[in-house]
């Protein structure tokens, strides 16, 4: 059974960068959408980003100049960098395993499994 | 950009009620949509995939339907597992959630 596991650092300062890493252990990273998801304090879900095919990436418009999602094979884990960061990206961050359910020649993309999530404070 | 609204945004409820949730895209989105249920403190969890496939494990009390800009998750019988939040989420283009729906005790 699949399971992810986020971790990093629960206080950033204001213009530092956010880092954080989901493990992935049960499977082996590939042939997925690794994705990232986060959610303000008692506010809905924001879809940040994903990576696939072990490198390629999209991303929200909205965070695009200022995050980045990278992949570890070898260690079967994900990491997401959001950059120059403000009190606004104070919030609980998920990552999820994303994948695509081919129907009539078209491909869905949903998020199956999720990590429980880690708390991202930004303050001085 | 594509938008999603959901209503009611608060739904008290009763065990044993048939519960509708409504999502609505602001452009026509095919079959690209997924409902998630999540409690307080805990992660979202998968319900329906492509607007109407029930993820494996999910009580077949839940139903999900409708396509284009209109679709909606139903509960037949709300169990007292269910109150939650529920999110539907469009994959057409740069995925995007709704606002959410609670559903709480009447």
């Known amino acids: 059974q699949v399971q992810l596991q986020e971790s990093g650092p629960g206080l950033v300062k204001p213009s530092e960068t956010l880092s954080l890493t989901c493990t992935v252990s049960g499977d082996s990273i590939g042939d997925y959408y690794w994705t990232w998801i986060r959610q303000p304090p008692g506010k809905g879900l924001e879809w940040i980003g994903y990576i696939y095919d072990s490198g390629s990436t999209n991303y929200n418009p909205s965070l695009k100049s200022r995050v980045s999602i990278s992949v570890d094979t070898s260690k079967n884990q994900f990491s997401l960098k959001l950059k120059s960061v403000t009190a606004a990206d104070t919030a609980v961050y998920f990552c999820a395993r994303g994948l695509t359910a081919e129907l009539s020649g078209f491909y869905y993309y949903y998020m199956d499994v999720w990590g429980k999530g880690t708390t991202v404070t930004v303050s001085s | 950009d594509i938008q999603m609204t959901q209503s009611p945004s608060s739904l008290p409820a009763s065990v044993g009620d048939r519960v509708t949730i409504t999502c609505r895209a602001s452009?026509?989105?095919?079959?690209?949509l997924n409902w998630y249920q999540q409690k307080p403190g805990k992660a979202p969890k998968l319900l329906i995939y492509v607007a109407s496939n029930l993820q494996s494990g999910v009580p077949s009390r839940f139903s999900g339907s409708g396509s284009g800009t209109d679709f909606t998750l139903t509960i037949s019988s709300l169990q007292p597992d269910d109150f939650a939040t529920y999110y539907c989420q469009q994959s057409y283009l740069i995925p995007s959630f709704g606002p959410g729906t609670k559903v709480d005790i009447k």
């Open positions: 452009q026509s989105i095919g079959s690209y």
